[in-house]
């Protein structure tokens, strides 16, 4: 679940950083993604490994909920969350809303489901004003809601999941137990600012 988890972290890292292309208007985002749309299957074989590691990532985390839930049948008479957060309680319910999210974006602005493709496709290039497709989508309340509880999920996600991932391969104890989860916390809050200043920026 370590290594599933690592490669989806580094793979929300590089989508960051092609997505705030954004920012710098839009011939830099058309040219990303032109660029993109020219490596032709390339793309979606990268797209369909991704997404199995989506679906590993999830089993694994399916499995390991029911394994702690087998393991103790009778419930605390009180339970205490000492160490335990929010975050780290709600792993498998963010990482399914994180699931759904996922299949809704790959049909939103991959398949282009609920977009109004009228003037986007440059008829001289056949190439998509990715652009104009982002401002007119976060324009939409629905779309913009969506993605905000998207990100809100992946923050949540990633704030107990990066401080897991060296806990798993048994990188932690007492002494860097607390230096971990705060890296978890930092990491999964400039994600979320970045995905969320990106949602934003389309948005005005």
């Known amino acids: 679940m370590a290594v599933t988890g690592l490669i989806l972290v580094s793979f929300v890292c590089i989508h960051l950083l092609g997505n705030l292309s954004l920012f710098a208007g839009a011939d830099a985002i058309n040219t ?43 419930g605390y008479l009180q ?14 319910v963010t990482g399914l809303i994180l699931m759904v999210f996922i299949v809704f974006h790959l049909f939103h602005f991959t398949g282009h489901y609920m977009v109004d493709m009228t003037g986007l496709i440059d008829p001289a290039t056949g190439h998509l004003n990715v652009y104009q497709m982002v401002v007119d989508a976060f324009n939409k309340t629905f779309i913009l809601i969506a993605y905000a509880i998207g990100m809100v999920c992946l923050f949540l996600h990633l704030a107990h999941g990066v401080g897991s991932f060296f806990q798993s391969l048994g990188l932690t104890n007492e002494c860097t137990l607390d230096g971990v989860g705060t890296l978890g916390k930092v990491v999964s809050f400039v994600l979320f600012v970045g995905y969320f200043a990106v949602i934003i920026r389309g948005a005005i």
């Open 32 to 74: 990303y993604a032109a660029k993109l749309q020219s490596l032709g299957p390339i793309v979606w074989i990268f797209r369909a490994v991704m997404l199995a590691v989506v679906v590993v990532h999830i089993g694994f985390g399916v499995q390991l909920t029911v394994q702690n839930s087998a393991a103790r049948p009778v």
């Open 79 to 92: 339970k205490v969350n000492e160490r335990s957060t929010f975050s780290g309680r709600s792993m498998i």
